[in-house]
């Protein structure tokens, strides 16, 4: 069932044809997800079925400015696809009034959210150790690289997500298991990590490990962007700084090709090449790690 909420949110329940549609949508690309919808133009994280227990790699809006329309996505192989409802369903013009009000409460609350991690990945940032080689954390001495800036913070590996003015607006978490979270509430679209000084090549990759690896093994500047959605908004924000450098997208080779389309998209929204591990299932963290070589 769709929910539409009182007061900010509105009182409706939206036909269960809508409900239906949506969740068609998503079954058919591949995310499973059996709880309700609430149609309210926000962000909503949730579990997918069959991933690891307790992640919420999936997330969805709906929301209805004439016709019920959306997006959902999956965080854990960067698929995202939009949607539209097809019902005929409309809503009056009084309730898209109230939409666009609540649009605008909803981007003014955004930002001071966003406003508001940053301060808080600002102060936990200083409050983190400087580590200077690979065995000052698990995660480092696995992947087999340096930590190139990137501090502890408890028994976590930092990274620090950097906007386009070179301002921290979040963090990265990685434990020593490898598993990674970032500050909840903050900004991570179109922002990155930089390794390396300036160089007239730019690569940029989905994660940290991965960027180190590179920068490692061939000498160039690296930005990651850390997951696979999020390089083609990276990489239009690395063009906007540098347009005259070259730029070279290194993908992962996914299973799934999630990580090969996101590059390929990447590359072309920015003229750019793309590089692309030669073992299926290896990022370049795993390849380089492995011994196996290529000529960037």
């Not at 009182?11 to 309210?40: H, K, N, T, V, W």
């Not at 991965?210 to 490692?216: C, I, K, N, P």
């Amino acid at each position: 069932m769709i929910l539409f909420l009182k007061s900010k949110r509105y009182a409706s329940i939206l036909p269960q044809e809508i409900s239906d549609q949506f969740c068609r949508a998503m079954q058919s690309a591949g995310i499973r997800y059996s709880g309700e919808i609430i149609a309210d133009g926000r962000l909503h994280r949730f579990h997918i079925e069959g991933q690891k227990q307790g992640s919420l790699n999936g997330a969805y809006t709906l929301h209805l400015d004439g016709c019920p329309a959306g997006w959902f996505m999956d965080y854990k192989t960067g698929l995202s696809k939009t949607w539209s409802s097809k019902s005929g369903f409309k809503v009056s013009y009084a309730l898209i009034k109230q939409i666009e009000a609540a649009k605008q409460r909803r981007e003014s609350e955004t930002h001071q959210k966003h406003a508001e991690t940053a301060l808080k990945a600002e102060k936990i940032w200083q409050k983190s150790k400087s580590i200077d080689n690979q065995q000052a954390h698990p995660y480092l001495a696995n992947k087999r690289v340096q930590p190139h800036g990137a501090r502890k913070y408890h028994e976590s590996l930092v990274i620090p997500i950097y906007n386009e003015s070179d301002q921290i607006i979040n963090l990265q978490f990685i434990d020593t298991k490898g598993g990674k979270r970032f500050l909840a509430g903050g900004r991570k679209r179109g922002c990155f990590y930089v390794i390396g000084d300036s160089t007239k090549r730019i690569l940029i990759c989905e994660g940290f490990a991965t960027g180190a690896s590179l920068f490692e093994d061939c000498g160039q500047r690296v930005v990651v962007a850390f997951d696979a959605g999020n390089l083609l908004p990276v990489a239009k924000k690395i063009r906007e700084l540098s347009p005259d450098l070259e730029i070279i997208i290194c993908g992962d080779n996914d299973i799934s090709g999630i990580g090969q389309a996101k590059a390929k998209e990447a590359a072309l929204a920015v003229g750019g090449k793309v590089l692309i591990p030669l073992t299926p299932g290896n990022d370049w963290n795993d390849e380089l790690a492995g011994g196996i070589r290529h000529d960037a």
